[in-house]
């Protein structure tokens, strides 16, 4: 979790426009805001809920595909940009990882995705709950699932 205030650096910071209040954790980061997150900004913005709006991982997992939308057409053109990005924020992350694959392999790697076609996120739609223990519990929609389902796993014909 450490590699995530480091990669957002790594990407000049991703601008986000807040929708719930961060302030308890960073007095900027109040509602309605619109910045673009440093290093630790990012990990509240990205791992915390209690405490954030209505604290459900629903409303977590929103800002995460935010997030990433925007991170990765930034990673994208920074690829296409430099080709020693990715070899940069290899190094810059070798604290926060523990890997076998080596940096060469990374960076061709990294090359050859940044010219695929990406899909946008899927979503399965449905609801909160407390649940009996008191936790709250996501109830996704039947319908939702299935087409989430049917367009993760399927490819149209035409």
Do not use: H, W
């Not at 935010?66 to 070899?87: G, W």
């Amino acid at each position: 979790m450490s590699g995530i205030s480091i990669l957002n650096d790594q990407l000049g910071g991703v601008q986000v426009t807040l929708q719930d209040d961060f302030s308890a954790y960073d007095a900027s980061m109040r509602s309605g805001v619109t910045l673009t997150l440093s290093g630790q900004q990012a990990e509240y913005y990205l791992r915390y809920r209690y405490g954030v709006g209505d604290q459900t991982n629903s409303a977590r997992l929103k800002r995460q595909r935010a997030y990433l939308e925007t991170a990765k057409d930034i990673a994208v053109q920074k690829v296409k940009d430099s080709s020693s990005f990715v070899r940069d924020v290899f190094r810059a992350l070798d604290d926060s990882l523990i890997t076998d694959v080596r940096s060469g392999y990374i960076v061709n790697l990294a090359n050859k995705v940044a010219g695929y076609r990406i899909l946008p996120i899927l979503q399965i739609e449905g609801e909160n709950r407390i649940g009996d223990n008191g936790l709250n519990e996501f109830y996704p929609d039947a319908d939702s699932l299935m087409q989430v389902l049917i367009e993760a796993c399927y490819e149209s014909a035409q």
